[in-house]
Structures are given as C-alpha cells and as structure tokens.
C-alpha cells in the first residue's frame, strides 16, 4: 500500500529526474562559458599585451574571450529553459 502512494506522489512532481539532469548539464555549459570568459589577473594592464608590444591587440581582446564564451554561456543559458520547460511524454499519458 505504501508503495503505491509513493509512486502517486513521485508522478505529481512538477520535474523528472531526467529534468534534473538536464539542468545540471546546463550548469556544466555554463560553469566552461564563465570559465572561457574569465580574464587573467594581473597586477600590471601592459602584461595584456603579447610579447609587451603595445602595438598589438591586448589577449583580453581576444576570440576566446569576446566570441566563444558569450556563444557558450548563450547556448547554456538557452539549454536551462529547455530544461525546465521540456516535459517527457510517458505512455500513460498518450492514451
């Protein structure tokens, strides 16, 4: 008797747990985009530039930092509200 109560109770939670894994896989996505955005820190702003030669673009300006993470974090943030919205279809409910 206990048994079935429980299983009632676990099919009226808002998430599954294949919503949970989904969600901790977006925070995966978007703990690698923070870390891809995430600057060195250096004590002296000249230390930005490649080799010291002023005359180059400063590493802070660089793909990784100005295209790939906010790329990243923008998949990651789009792949949470897939997780929280997306609803897995049993075969209960089909009939």
């Given at each position: 008797m206990m048994n079935l109560k429980s299983s009632k109770e676990d099919?009226?939670?808002t998430f599954s747990r294949v919503n949970y894994i989904?969600?901790?896989?977006?925070?995966?996505?978007?703990?690698?985009?923070?870390?891809?955005l995430s600057g060195g820190a250096v004590s002296n702003p000249n230390d930005?530039?490649?080799?010291?030669?002023?005359?180059k673009v400063p590493e802070i300006f660089n793909f990784r930092r100005l295209t790939l993470a906010p790329i990243v974090l923008l998949v990651g943030f789009f792949f949470e509200i897939f997780a929280i919205l997306w609803?897995?279809?049993s075969k209960k409910d089909e009939k």
């Open positions: 099919e009226n939670y989904l969600v901790l896989i977006g925070v995966g996505i978007l703990v690698i985009g923070f870390i891809l930005f530039y490649p080799d010291g030669d002023q005359t609803n897995p279809k």
